[in-house]
């Protein structure tokens, strides 16, 4: 690379990752636009279109475990407890019972049943 101001650089195998999740439809219109593929855009790429799931998601799924429940919310405890600034650590001897994750490890295990639930 010649960078004005700067002796030129050499990039011995230069490499560029993209990963770019587009809407289908928009996909689609870009592989159709005639000035993308004449100016040769369309060609630089690799695209990968996975098989779509719709319709193939499983909606009831079974009630999670107590075990399951204590285990994520453990996490998000730990997660909380790493992120938090160390003045916020001090005040919080037990977030499940106090406010941050707390609140949301009480409204999970409250729900633990409604994902297996009519």
């Not at 770019?20 to 592989?31: C, G, K, R």
């Not at 159709?32 to 690799?46: Q, Y």
């Not at 079974?62 to 916020?88: C, K």
């Not at 949301?104 to 409250?110: D, E, H, I, P, V």
Request: charged share 25%; glycine share 6%; aromatic share 6%.
């Amino acid at each position: 690379m010649d960078r004005k101001g700067r002796p030129p650089e050499f990039v011995e195998h230069p490499t560029l990752t993209l990963v770019l999740t587009p809407q289908p439809i928009v996909m689609a219109a870009v592989m159709r636009d005639p000035i993308m593929r004449e100016r040769g855009l369309v060609a630089r790429f690799l695209y990968v279109v996975p098989e779509t799931r719709q319709g193939r998601r499983n909606t009831r799924s079974a009630p999670l475990s107590d075990e399951t429940v204590d285990a994520w919310a453990n996490l998000i405890q730990r997660i909380f407890a790493a992120v938090s600034p160390p003045d916020a650590r001090q005040n919080r001897q037990n977030p499940a019972e106090q406010g941050g994750s707390g609140l949301f490890c009480r409204a999970l295990a409250s729900d633990r049943h409604l994902a297996g639930s009519p």
